[in-house]
């Protein structure tokens, strides 16, 4: 059966939109009950409302929304809507992502995912958020490490990408760190605060992934 191209995009608000091109089979057979991933410190797991408060601990600081897609969260009930809008895509089986969980505690830190995925040219982009309280362990790039595991074994992927504001120095690490090259900067193409910023884009192709396993 031929894949016709998906494309998903995440808009400001957070809300993933769906340009449908042809079959939406090969979504719902990866997302039709997103499977559990565990690494050495974190399970990587479906978002349930039982999150609400450890989301909204970080999802309303200002430092952790200047560096994603989405305002800080102002109120209890902007993470009840966020969370509520990601159950309805579990629910549709449509692309939606992991949430970022510690072994030791249960504690529930941030969120990782595919927030693109074209399924005809098989290439995605992973986006997170992690809390501000987690950063500088390593955490993220554990996470980012499995997901992509994932995306070239389970998806079949051949690219995988990922985007920072340039002054993102951390997040760049993380992409790094897990064999992602530097492909260019977007300049300006980022607006945060009425700024706009540029973005460094980095990628890894499958086969560059697979020398890593070497």
């Known amino acids: ?38 690494t050495d410190r974190l399970i990587l797991r479906k978002i349930t409302l039982e999150d609400l408060d450890d989301m909204f601990e970080y999802a309303s600081d200002e430092e952790v929304a200047q560096y994603v897609t989405w305002p800080a969260h102002k109120t209890i ?25 510690l072994k030791d505690n249960g504690k529930f830190v941030g969120t990782i995912g595919f927030i693109s995925w074209q399924t005809k040219s098989n290439c995605a982009e992973i986006g997170y958020a992690l809390s501000k309280k987690y950063w500088g362990k390593g955490l993220v ?11 070239f074994n389970k998806m079949d ?11 993102n120095i951390a997040s760049s690490k993380v992409m790094k760190k897990n064999g992602m090259v530097l492909e260019g900067t977007m300049r300006q193409s980022f607006l945060c605060d009425k700024v706009y910023k540029d973005m460094d884009l980095y ?8 020398l890593t396993k070497l």
């Open 1 to 38: 059966m031929k894949l016709e191209e998906v494309l998903f995009e995440v808009t400001s608000n957070n809300l993933i939109q769906i340009r449908i091109g042809g079959n939406q089979m090969h979504i719902e057979q990866i997302y039709g009950d997103l499977p559990i991933l565990k």
């Open 77 to 101: 009930s902007d993470t009840k809507n966020f969370i509520e809008n990601i159950l309805d895509k579990y629910q549709k089986k449509q692309n939606a992502p992991w949430g970022i969980e």
């Open 141 to 151: 790039t554990e996470a980012t490490k499995e997901i992509m595991t994932f995306g």
């Open 157 to 167: 992927l051949v690219r995988i990408q990922a985007k920072c504001i340039s002054d």
């Open 203 to 210: 990628a890894i192709l499958k086969e560059e992934y697979k």
